[in-house]
């Protein structure tokens, strides 16, 4: 079994300083490069609106009832500041850290789910963040949470391609920038 902390105090903080970004995005910088690779602004709040659902779906144990694609011509802004919140509700809940759920067809513990979760919220806000110039400072509680989380789910992470190889931070690095060293960023790029 996975051993993973039930970080449900670093969910509203996660979600508030992601969604601060999504809110600030200008419309002009949905083709900039992000520090995802492949992924420009758009395709990444594109990644968010198909993920998002699906982790609350799983965290809720219930089954994805509809269609999530961004309708064309949408703003996937609003979906993705939508499908945040939403997310952010069901891991509030009392019990949602608790036992198992299905995922993509795999029974995992809930504490997984939840993990990821905050890593799309504080990875992808700082990845928006960069690619349009705009200041990420996730709260010490959920940054804490997603080094927790990603020194337990690093490794499988980086096997499947989720994260890139681990980027070597300076000793006495900020937590941020450690935890970005830890799925495959460069700190580097910002002032982190």
Known sequence: MIDLPE?????????????????ALPADALRASTPCEDFDVAA???????????LRAAASGSELAESWAV??????????????SR??????????????RMFEQQELPARMIGAMALCEFVLHGWDLAVAAGLDYRGESVAVDAVAGALRVLGPQGRANRVFG?????????PPLARVLGLA?????????
Do not use: Q
């Open 7 to 23: 970080s449900s105090a670093a969910v509203r903080p996660a979600v508030a300083a992601f969604s601060d970004v999504v809110v």
């Open 44 to 54: 990444l709040l594109g990644h968010l609106c198909h993920w998002l659902p699906r």
């Open 71 to 84: 309708p064309t011509g949408a703003d996937p802004r609003e979906r993705v500041l939508t499908e945040a």
């Open 87 to 100: 997310l952010a509700a069901v891991l509030a809940e009392p019990g949602a850290w608790e036992g198992t």
């Open 165 to 173: 190889p681990e980027v070597a931070v300076e000793v006495g690095a």
């Open 184 to 192: 495959g960023r460069d700190p580097a790029v910002a002032d982190v």
